[in-house]
T-cell receptor, first 113, second 111 residues
Framework: NAGVTQTPKFRVLKTGQSMTLLCAQD?????MYWYRQDPGMGLRLIHY???????AKGEVPDGYNVSRLKKQNFLLGLESAAPSQTSVYFC????????????FGQGTRLTVV | GEDVEQSLFLSVREGDSSVINCTYT??????LYWYKQEPGAGLQLLTY?????DMKQDQRLTVLLNKKDKHLSLRIADTQTGDSAIYFC???????????FGRGTSLIVHP
């Protein structure tokens, strides 16, 4: 049971480049989330999805887009990367019940130069 | 986010008890969580407490919940060097099932 898998694990982008981060979960969870983690800022929610075909904005959505075409996958896109998007990105999923235990991927360390 | 607040650092000696504190704002949170993040890894659920409980004990871990003050604490007994990590408090906001995390407390355990 793989749980939540993120790809890639590391990436360096030049300012203005685009990329997509992939998150896959095999637990049949309804809810999926993208967070970014920055020193001293904790985890901030970028976007989330409460089911296949639905997405919603979180706390810091600007500069990012997401898609949930299949229940098991949640993609995070950066259309035009900026140095301020240098961060560690975490994907998580949860069943979407009152007990919202979240299961996290290992993270993607993104550097924008 | 600012809805959940934690101190950023805690340093303890090996063998002592550690107490990590958290305050939250949403009185309708049903579950409150403690997650642990080891270096270079994602977060893993350590323990959780249901909002109608005051205390939960799980081996070396004790969670205390004061609903009146919206205060949650995690006590680790006999702290070991392997407990060094970042600990995140989290709540689920009013039925939204979206976990909101504090900034995390870095626990440093020294000999």
């Amino acid at each position: 049971n793989a749980g939540v898998t993120q790809t890639p694990k590391f990436r360096v982008l030049k300012t203005g480049q685009s990329m997509t981060l992939l998150c896959a979960q095999d637990m049949n969870h309804e809810y999926m989330y993208w967070y970014r983690q920055d020193p001293g800022m904790g985890l901030r929610l970028i976007h989330y999805s409460v089911g296949e075909g639905t997405t919603a904005k979180g706390e810091v959505p600007d500069g990012y887009n997401v898609s949930r075409l299949k229940k098991q996958n949640f993609l995070l896109g950066l259309e035009s990367a900026a140095p301020s998007q240098t961060s560690v990105y975490f994907c998580a999923s949860s069943p979407g019940t009152a007990n919202t235990e979240a299961f996290f991927g290992q993270g993607t360390r993104l550097t924008v130069v | 986010g600012e809805d959940v607040e934690q101190s950023l650092f805690l340093s303890v000696r090996e063998g002592d008890s550690s107490v990590i504190n958290c305050t939250y704002t949403d009185s309708s949170s049903t579950y409150l969580y403690w997650y642990k993040q080891e270096p270079g890894a994602g977060l893993q659920l350590l323990t959780y407490i249901f909002s109608n409980m005051d205390m939960k004990q799980d081996q070396r871990l004790t969670v205390l919940l004061n609903k009146k003050d919206k205060h949650l604490s995690l006590r680790i007994a006999d702290t070991q060097t392997g407990d060094s990590a970042i600990y995140f408090c989290a709540e689920s906001m009013g039925g939204s099932y979206i976990p909101t995390f504090g900034r995390g407390t870095s626990l440093i355990v020294h000999p």
